[in-house]
């Protein structure tokens, strides 16, 4: 079955941290990259992050770098997202899944982040 839980988000002020988490399923996670995305109000869905099978790559969109941090759990079939510095255009709707994706692939249905300012 496939599955993908993310949770984690709110709404918090500007310069605040949030701590993502996501649950895939082993036909999702296993050996592949995966990443974390999202979807502003009005806005097409784009990657944040994403991170190899073996966490040794990390990428971060140059929005975000130096202010999130992309982890997973293997074992746990886990891969999370540590916001911190949040900023008003961090708003939206985050999903995870794998990376690259494909049109046809599953979404679930993400985790709202809201930042104030």
């Known amino acids: 079955q496939v599955q993908l839980v993310e949770s984690g988000g709110g709404v918090v002020q500007a310069g605040g941290s949030l701590r993502l988490s996501c649950a895939a399923s082993r036909s999702i996670f296993d050996f592949r990259a995966m990443g974390w995305y999202r979807q502003a109000p009005g806005k097409r869905r784009e990657l944040v992050s994403f991170?190899?099978?073996?966490?040794?790559?990390?990428k971060y969109v140059d929005a975000v770098k130096d202010r999130f941090v992309i982890y997973r759990d293997n074992d746990k079939m886990t891969v999370h997202l540590q916001m911190d510095s949040l900023k008003p255009e961090d708003t939206g709707v985050y999903y995870c899944n794998q990376y690259p994706t494909n049109p046809w692939d599953y979404w679930g249905q993400g985790t709202q982040v809201t930042v104030s300012s």
């Open positions: 991170i190899e099978s073996d966490a040794k790559t990390v």
